[in-house]
């Protein structure tokens, strides 16, 4: 098993650019000021490592972030960054 199936969680280009973002050492992070607490974000993470409570910013557990970058795709402020 090659290490790109190792990670692979999904059937499109989501695992290569995982593994791009783990070689960088690239993080998801929210940015608080931007972040409304919608709740989207916590929403579509499979990992559930996204928490917070309604309308209060949200942060992401690093410790539990696979980097699919899912919830940079549904956030709707602009509010998920790559640092
Ligand atoms: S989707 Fe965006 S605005 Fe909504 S809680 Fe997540 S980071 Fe904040
Ligand atoms: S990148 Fe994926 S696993 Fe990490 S917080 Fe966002 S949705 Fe969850």
């Known amino acids: 098993m090659t290490e790109s ?4 969680c999904c059937s499109d280009g ?3 650019v995982q593994n791009i973002l ?12 931007l972040c409304t607490g919608c709740g989207l974000c916590a929403e ?7 928490f917070g409570k309604a309308k209060i910013p ?3 557990d690093q410790n539990l972030c696979i980097k699919c ?10 509010a998920i ?3």
């Open 22 to 33: 783990n070689v960088l050492d690239i993080r998801i992070l929210i940015n608080e000021p």
């Open 44 to 50: 579509k993470c499979s990992a559930n490592a996204i």
């Open 58 to 60: 949200h942060f992401i």
């Open 81 to 83: 960054k790559f640092y």
């Open 14 to 16: 989501t695992d290569k």
């Open 69 to 78: 970058y899912a919830c940079y795709e549904v956030c709707e402020y602009d």
């Open 5 to 8: 199936n190792q990670n692979s």
